[in-house]
């Protein structure tokens, strides 16, 4: 088991419980399939820059918000 | 021409991408006005990817966004979300949304201006969507926005300009700074009476997407805007009680 790959824990990704493997956001990205997409990510109510998701480590009950473009007025 | 944080739009018309039929519907309006700047959001990405297929659309349409924080209702969710919109979007420009109350959909002013203080000194350059309130402006002015972006009446009741006093009176108090009359626009005689009244340009969404005939309405809107703004410049008559003849008097046979 890495860093990427700890044991499972319950989060919340966008609104929904989420019972996740992935040690940081990077990861889970990764484990959701969203890593290759236009996205933009918030841990805990806080902007998580692309380059920092590696670093952003997850903890159980932690509230995550990925975000797409979307028409808007 | 107005510049907006240096960006000179040839049309004085600002397009909302919300609430179309259908991508080429909205394409096809966007076209039809031939807009620069449109607006778009943020919202949760599904398992489809609609994200990445409207990012697709926008780019492919060659236009400018202005990202928003549509629907945050207090400073440090409108921030995040600033930030956010930032890095997907790629601009430094953000439409700031802060409402305070649900059924006007009034920006909460005062949240308007902290939010705005933080994203400036982020290095953000802010469009506030905010009421015409003069003691406000000039917080947000104070603040570091260099575009001010009022209602003119709230999003997608399609009144009109509610104030146009007010309007007018932040017209004339700011004369030096480009004005938005944003959201509440229903008719191309709105539009073109925001024109009229010294504003530099109209942000508009629901008038368009909400019509029968988007494409349509998109061409009116265009026109109307470049009528208003055509007007003001030609320096109008002022309005006045009694009758002046138009056709000469003088050499009138006496019959």
Known sequence: ?73 | MTSFYGYEPKSRLFLGTAQYPSPKVLEDAVRAAEVDIVTVSLRREGADGAGQAFFDLINHLGVRVLPNTAGCHGVKEAVTTAQMAREVFRTPWIKLEVIGENDTLCPDVVALVEAARILIEDGFEVFPYCTEDLVIAEKLLAAGCNVLMPWGAPIGTARGLNNEYGLRSLRGHFPDVPLVVDAGIGLPSHAARAMELGYDAVLLNSAVAGAGDPSKMAKAMALAVEAGSLGREADPLDPRDMAVPSTPVFGKAML
Request: net charge negative; hydrophobic share 40%; proline share 3%.
């Open chain 1, 1 to 73: 088991m890495g860093d990427k790959r700890s044991s499972h824990m319950y989060l919340t990704v966008n609104g929904k419980a989420l019972d996740a493997h992935a040690g940081n956001l990077a990861a889970l990205l990764d484990e959701l399939d969203y890593a290759d997409r236009l996205v933009a990510t918030a841990l805990n109510g806080e902007f998580v820059p692309k380059d920092e998701r590696d670093a952003a480590m997850l903890s159980e009950g932690d509230k995550v918000e990925i975000l797409a473009p979307m028409k808007g007025g």
